[in-house]
Nanobody, 121 residues
Framework: VQLQASGGGLVQVGGSLRVSCAAS????????MAWFRQAPGKEREFVAA????????YYADSMKGRFTISRENAKSTLYLQMNSLKPEDTAVYYC???????????????WGQGTQVTVSS
């Protein structure tokens, strides 16, 4: 499966942004999907994930209540709605797909190229 992330940009503190991830190739509904992010000089960090069965979602603690992950299988698209953005949310956001799911990047087999999100104060 090939993943293409889009929708990043520059937003002010407290603002909102939605990033998308379009999947092609093998049906994305066959995979658990997730968002990770990586800020300069830092390790890749788990943001949120959604299971392929039942649509169960789970989040990193610092994103809970502010971010919402969703998927639209008919369009093979994954979304991340981000609200109440903070400067520390500035990072490249990556989408990922895998059969195992989970919070670790090693649990995902396919990755998008990333989209930059910058939150200005």
């Amino acid at each position: 499966v090939q993943l293409q992330a889009s929708g990043g940009g520059l937003v002010q503190v407290g603002g909102s942004l939605r990033v998308s991830c379009a999947a092609s190739g093998r049906t994305s509904s066959s995979y658990d999907m997730a968002w990770f992010r990586q800020a300069p000089g830092k390790e890749r960090e788990f943001v949120a994930a959604i299971a392929r069965i039942g649509g169960v979602t789970y989040y990193a603690d610092s994103m809970k209540g502010r971010f919402t992950i969703s998927r639209e299988n008919a369009k093979s698209t994954l979304y991340l709605q981000m609200n109440s953005l903070k400067p520390e949310d500035t990072a490249v956001y990556y989408c990922a797909a895998g059969r195992l799911g989970g919070r670790g990047p090693y649990q995902y087999d396919y990755w998008g190229q990333g989209t930059q999100v910058t939150v200005s104060s």
